[in-house]
């Protein structure tokens, strides 16, 4: 009877080396027709100014909308003290 013989456990180390690298090269053969568009001349819209009196201080001065009669009109600095 011979004892000793101990019980190993086996423990098993799964290394699972990832030494693959999977090299794909993605042909972009894509044809897309390019369409040289014209380009447009146009400019953008300007901001329409209407030339008008200021009713505050008679001043000469410009404003983006049409100015009505019954409407005062104020230029820029009478605007901004009446606005405050
Ligand atoms: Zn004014």
């Known amino acids: 009877m011979q ?7 086996d ?16 042909k972009r053969a894509y ?6 568009q014209p380009v447009s001349t146009e400019q953008p819209a300007a901001p329409q100014e209407y030339d008008c009196v ?3 201080c008679g001043k000469d001065t410009t ?6 009669k019954e409407w005062p009109v ?11």
């Open 54 to 56: 200021c009713s505050e």
């Open 63 to 68: 404003v983006p909308f049409l100015p009505k």
């Open 31 to 36: 044809e897309e027709p390019i369409e040289v």
């Open 3 to 9: 004892e000793g013989l101990g019980k190993y456990t």
């Open 74 to 84: 104020y230029c820029r600095d009478c605007y901004s003290k009446r606005r405050r």
């Open 11 to 26: 423990i098993e180390i799964k290394q699972e080396a990832r030494m693959r690298e999977d090299q794909r090269e993605e």
